[in-house]
């Protein structure tokens, strides 16, 4: 696949290849590769939080939803939530982000099991999806 004109698609392709073990242990190969890009872009975003200094400069807490958009042929789409956590700066003096509060069951109740379609408890591990 010639990827010169798209830097976009070859960061995907880079990011995604090692993610692709145990997908031929998977129920259904594009369910897992759809959670798997839903790693990457919560990891991507954690790092953005993480890593930019001045983000508690005018906010004293962020809150993240993450999720997929599931497409169906009748009935409208659907969000299935992942993820939803608030990070909190640490203190006035310190602006280093605290370590996550987790909300989802708080917010959406039993979190999906999803050990079908990604194929194994180790590639959920992987993830840090239960």
Same mark, same amino acid.
């Given at each position: 696949?010639?990827?010169?004109? !798209?830097?976009?698609?070859?960061?995907?392709?880079?990011?995604?290849? +090692?993610?692709?073990? =145990?997908?031929?242990?998977?129920?259904?190969? #594009?369910?897992?590769?759809?959670?798997?890009?839903?790693?990457?872009?919560? /990891?991507?975003?954690?790092?953005?939080?993480?890593?930019?200094? !001045?983000?508690?400069?005018?906010?004293?807490?962020?809150?993240? #939803?993450?999720?997929?958009?599931?497409?169906?042929?009748?009935?409208?789409?659907?969000?299935?939530p992942l993820s939803f956590e608030?990070?909190?700066?640490?203190?006035?003096?310190? +602006? /280093?982000?605290?370590? +996550?509060?987790?909300?989802?069951?708080?917010a959406f109740g039993k979190r999906?099991?999803?050990? /079908? #379609?990604? =194929?194994?408890?180790?590639?959920?591990?992987?993830?840090?999806?239960?």
């Open positions: 696949m010639d990827t010169t004109f !798209d830097p976009q698609l070859t960061q995907i392709i880079d990011s995604l290849a +090692p993610r692709l073990n =145990g997908i031929q242990e998977s129920s259904d190969s #594009v369910a897992f590769v759809t959670y798997q890009m839903y790693g990457i872009i919560q /990891e991507l975003i954690t790092a953005c939080i993480t890593q930019t200094p !001045d983000l508690f400069q005018n906010a004293s807490e962020v809150a993240v #939803v993450g999720g997929i958009m599931i497409n169906r042929r009748k009935g409208g789409d659907f969000f299935q608030t990070r909190k700066r640490s203190s006035s003096s310190n +602006p /280093e982000p605290e370590a +996550p509060i987790d909300l989802f069951e708080e999906p099991n999803l050990r /079908e #379609v990604m =194929g194994s408890e180790a590639t959920l591990e992987r993830m840090r999806i239960q």
